[in-house]
T-cell receptor, first 112, second 111 residues
Framework: EADIYQTPRYLVIGTGKKITLECSQTMGHDKMYWYQQDPGMELHLIHYSYGVNSTEKGDLSSESTVSRIRTEHFPLTLESARPSHTSQYLC???????????FGSGTRLTVV | DQQVKQNSPSLSVQEGRISILNCDYTNSMFDYFLWYKKYPAEGPTFLISISSIKDKNEDGRFTVFLNKSAKHLSLHIVPSQPGDSAVYFCAARTGNTPLVFGKGTRLSVIA
């Protein structure tokens, strides 16, 4: 079944640690996105990619990096986690020309 | 500055009645609008969309209305069911750009 997977679902980590949030999709979509969302707030775009070796920054990208070496894989890395990074991180993908996104289940990150 | 605004954080509706969720936008260049539904601890799921060249799109119990002159769109759910209880996000885009989302409206359908 085609889908988009995020791991881990939940993560509690100490301040200063480096973490990578994984996102993989089996639909062959060219476009992938990372959004951050806090309760009662809008989804904020962190990074996006329109294909292999192509990445762009969104509104909240300054403290994280992404890579797109394979079409199906779009990991997000925080080099040094801080309590302000505590949030839900949502990965999504879409086809070129298709305006709808398919979202993963999200990673709930807590930095203590 | 928020380009997509959902000014009602929450809405409660009786089962069987109509739910109306509203969304306003400021960017007149937006040409495609979408509604997503989100349950706790899950990612948003696509519900319905509308192009700026239309003023209405219907899919079963869900209808989206677009008023471009007022920069306003609304989602109507008729009849509302308890399973519709979720957070609803309005989103918009210009051409090939990533979606811009509102803050969401929490809908509670009371049995």
């Amino acid at each position: 079944e085609a889908d988009i997977y995020q791991t881990p679902r939940y993560l509690v980590i100490g301040t200063g640690k480096k973490i990578t949030l994984e996102c993989s999709q089996t639909m062959g979509h060219d476009k992938m996105y990372w959004y951050q969302q806090d309760p009662g707030m809008e989804l904020h775009l962190i990074h996006y990619s329109y294909g292999v070796n192509s990445t762009e920054k969104g509104d909240l990208s300054s403290e994280s990096t992404v890579s797109r070496i394979r079409t199906e894989h779009f990991p997000l890395t925080l080099e040094s986690a801080r309590p302000s990074h505590t949030s839900q991180y949502l990965c999504a993908s879409s086809e070129i020309g298709n305006y709808g996104y398919t979202f993963g289940s999200g990673t709930r990150l807590t930095v203590v | 500055d928020q380009q997509v605004k959902q000014n009602s954080p929450s809405l409660s509706v009786q089962e069987g009645r109509i739910s109306i969720l509203n969304c306003d936008y400021t960017n007149s260049m937006f040409d495609y609008f979408l509604w997503y539904k989100k349950y706790p601890a899950e990612g948003p799921t696509f519900l319905i969309s509308i192009s700026s060249i239309k003023d209405k799109n219907e899919d079963g119990r869900f209808t989206v209305f677009l008023n471009k002159s007022a920069k306003h769109l609304s989602l109507h759910i008729v009849p509302s069911q308890p399973g519709d209880s979720a957070v609803y996000f309005c989103a918009a885009r210009t051409g090939n750009t990533p979606l811009v989302f509102g803050k969401g409206t929490r809908l509670s359908v009371i049995a």
